[in-house]
């Protein structure tokens, strides 16, 4: 199977002309499915609901599957008067464009199963990020004068406490479709989609490095031994399936092809990923050991 994999698109950051390109190109790769991992939109949902009707038009009759970013949740107009109707709108826009919401439920298409979820925004939150300034607050208030934004230091959350509980849910529910799909006789492929990767790069060597806000290879060690291939977004940084040794149960390691497609503002990329080869290279991985 073949995957078509993009992210941080940011509808809206530039001229129409570059997205409407890019859909153009996208419509004349050969691919079996398109899978976006969040910052759809760059500071408004209308911005969010335009793309994802450009990418399911370019998919034709193959599926789109989608998961959010931080972007994804940013109201510039000030329309959505809290983050849970900016739940709402933005659930509501994905299914309007036709495409499928994965945190809603894992895809099984035989041979390959997805999953996804939101984000790990939980370990490590670089202080220049714009997220306080056009993410609305929870309609819930702590005791902190800045109200919900209290949390997005607290507790690192991907903007509220709000989000940071959603995400939790929506990784459990992730991971128990990635054990439940790999306990099945025929053994499918599964890719993870999701566009926080963040956690603790720090402990696999990757602070400061290009890879810092890349794959979170700390959680990795909790969902390594369920999933094959990982996709993820946010840092703009393009990983080109690089397979990723992760902790798995009593003692046994586990590989997880990484990917992502480096896109950047204005610069929209896609990667294609080939499932069978990757197979490939992560049984050939574990031959060598």
């Known amino acids: ?22 859909f153009e190109k996208i419509s004349k790769e050969e691919f079996d499915v398109l899978v976006v991992g969040g910052d759809i939109a760059s500071t408004k949902p209308s911005e969010l609901s335009d793309c994802l009707k450009g990418l399911v038009k370019a998919a034709g009759n193959r599926p789109v599957l989608v998961v959010r970013g931080n972007h994804d949740f940013w109201d510039s107009d000030g ?5 849970e109707s900016m739940d709402l709108v933005t659930r509501r826009a994905i299914k309007n464009a036709g495409a499928h919401y994965l945190p809603d439920g894992k895809v099984d298409m035989g041979e390959v199963v997805f999953i996804g979820w939101d984000g790990w925004y939980t370990g490590h939150l670089p202080g220049r990020t714009n997220d306080f ?50 306990s099945r006789i025929d053994r499918p492929t599964i890719v993870a989609v999701t566009h926080f990767p963040i956690s603790y790069a720090g402990a696999y060597g990757y602070k ?7 794959a979170d290879f700390g959680k990795m060690d909790e969902i390594g031994n369920y999933i094959d291939i990982l996709c993820v977004g946010h840092s703009h940084t393009k990983c080109d399936g690089e397979l990723v040794e992760v902790k798995g149960s009593f003692g046994l390691v586990n590989y997880v092809s990484v990917w992502n497609s480096g896109s950047d503002y204005r610069r929209p990329a896609y990667v294609i990923i080939d499932t069978e080869e990757e197979r490939l290279k992560i049984t050939e991985k574990y031959d060598e050991e």
């Open 1 to 22: 199977m073949k995957i078509l994999y993009t992210s941080d698109i940011h509808y809206g950051n530039g001229p129409k002309t570059i997205f409407e390109a890019f």
């Open 133 to 182: 300034n056009y993410m609305p607050k929870s309609r819930k208030k702590d005791e902190d004068e800045n109200g919900s934004l209290y949390y997005y230091r607290k507790s690192s959350a991907s903007g509220h406490l709000w989000a940071k509980v959603n995400e939790v849910k929506q990784f459990h529910d992730a991971l128990f479709d990635a054990r439940s799909s790999r």
């Open 79 to 83: 329309k959505c008067k809290s983050i």
């Open 208 to 214: 400061g490095t290009d890879k810092e806000f890349n």
